[in-house]
């Protein structure tokens, strides 16, 4: 009995370390989120408003004059993946993962290549024939170390060199959009090339007749790339707020857990305790009465 004792005295201590890491966890994750939230929160407007605009910019161009709204026979597919660089944060990995293989699966006559931005989507998919770094080296996910636009407009130019130059006619863009601290909306975005469709909501975007100034030209040449690459800013914005709400949430949800397999080992260890000590006297009071015989 002295033995099963200490067996649950130890997974007592066990569980209490692991309640006090997944609490400190929960901790940080919500100083990051709040942080990521301000971050997606005040960029969104403005990136929608400026897809809205491209997306009517683009469409009055000539595609000599955009090489970003040329359309291609798809024969090579891109899907630029964005995942954590760490575990622990429930299905968020899984689900861009579970995704990308998704869309491998339906562009059954096309050729597809997967950019892994977060370590995650690089441990699935390294070892297959779809994995690709492009010219980004052997650690692009080393963009969330230090998140801003000047990098991700070193990744969306190589991004974009690729779609220009034909090495493949189609890009995607597959994350996590950031709803709320418990809920993240699985997004499969067409980057490349320029959809002549809406934008948020699924509602046309209004025709409007533009002046330009300066020419259509300097405008091709300069706002349609950098509004490109806020498309992609963005996408990273909203992986990372949901991937500090999808921690948050999972050690929230740990720390309750182990919380509860406290209170159910405590009182497991309180009867066995009980137990042994009613044992003990009844032996007591059985040696007693042996020797009073």
Do not use: W
């Not at 707020?241 to 309750?256: C, D, I, L, V, Y």
């Amino acid at each position: 009995m002295a033995g099963g004792l200490k067996e649950v005295r130890n997974r007592i201590a066990s569980v209490g370390s692991t309640r006090q890491i997944t609490q400190a966890m929960k901790v940080v994750s919500a100083a990051k989120l709040r942080r990521a939230q301000d971050a997606i929160t005040q960029m969104r407007p403005y990136a929608e408003r400026l897809q809205e605009i491209l997306v009517n910019v683009s469409g009055s161009m000539e595609g000599s004059e955009n090489p970003y709204a040329i359309e291609r026979e798809v024969k090579k597919v891109l899907l630029v993946a964005i995942t954590s660089n760490r575990g622990l944060c429930g299905p968020f990995n899984n689900n861009v993962i579970k995704l990308a293989k998704g869309r491998i699966d339906e562009h059954t006559e096309a050729r597809v290549h997967v950019l892994c931005l977060g370590k995650k989507a690089g441990d699935a998919f390294r070892k297959t024939d779809h994995f690709t770094t492009l010219t980004l080296g052997d650690h692009p996910h080393e963009i969330f170390d230090r998140l801003d636009f000047a990098n991700t407009s070193d990744v969306a130019q190589v991004v974009m060199d690729a779609f220009t130059s034909g090495a493949y006619d189609r890009v995607e863009l597959l994350y996590n959009r950031f709803v709320n601290a418990a809920v993240q909306d699985i997004r499969c975005e067409q980057m490349l090339p320029i959809e002549q469709v809406a934008t948020e909501g699924g509602a046309a975007p209004k025709e409007v007749d533009y002046i330009f100034e300066p020419s259509q030209e300097e405008i091709a040449a300069n706002i349609v790339p950098n509004t490109l690459k806020i498309q992609l800013y963005k996408a990273l914005l909203d992986s990372q707020a949901s991937e500090h709400g999808a921690r948050m949430t999972a050690m929230h949800k740990a720390t309750e857990n182990a919380g509860e397999m406290l209170r159910e080992l405590k009182l497991s260890y309180n009867k066995a305790r009980q137990a042994a000590i009613t044992a003990e006297i009844l032996e007591i009071v059985g040696g007693a009465e042996a020797l009073e015989g």
